[in-house]
């Protein structure tokens, strides 16, 4: 079995990756939506929102920064229980997940959200 590329540090700077279809999902009015949520539930923080091209099929929008795990985690959790930036997606058009600074460039390298997804899935039930 291959090893799982990534490392869990807990303490480190984290983003919230959104990785999505773009042959179904819109990238630019989702990012309009995730930057109307951050206005009204994270007035006080200010959050880069970006876009970059995954391959063909996908893309990743990453939203940062946050100080560890567990402030990427909690904005998650949020993020995911509104209607407003998900509403009339599929949740199977769309992962998003908090992701380490150093974790980052290897899940772009890799492309593999099924390795990502077990790496995270893994953390989340220990």
């Known amino acids: 079995m291959k090893k799982n590329p ?12 959104i990785v999505c279809n773009t042959t179904t999902v819109r990238v630019d009015p989702l990012k309009i939506r995730i930057a109307d949520f951050n206005k009204r539930d994270f007035s006080i923080r200010t959050f880069n929102v970006k ?6 099929e996908r893309s990743v929008v990453s939203i940062g920064s946050f100080r ?3 402030a990427a985690y909690d904005y998650v959790q949020a993020l995911v229980q509104t209607d407003y930036v998900f509403g009339g997606m599929e949740k199977s058009e769309y992962s998003v997940y908090p ?4 974790n980052y460039p290897v899940f772009y390298q890799n492309k593999d959200i099924e390795e990502y997804k077990q790496f995270y899935d893994n953390l989340i039930h220990k």
């Not at 876009?51 to 063909?56: F, G, N, V």
């Not at 992701?99 to 150093?102: G, P, R, T």
């Open 6 to 17: 990534y490392v869990h540090e807990p303490q480190t700077e984290h983003l919230v990756m």
């Open 99 to 102: 992701v380490s600074i150093k």
């Open 51 to 56: 876009s970059i091209q995954l391959d063909k």
């Open 68 to 70: 560890d795990f567990t």
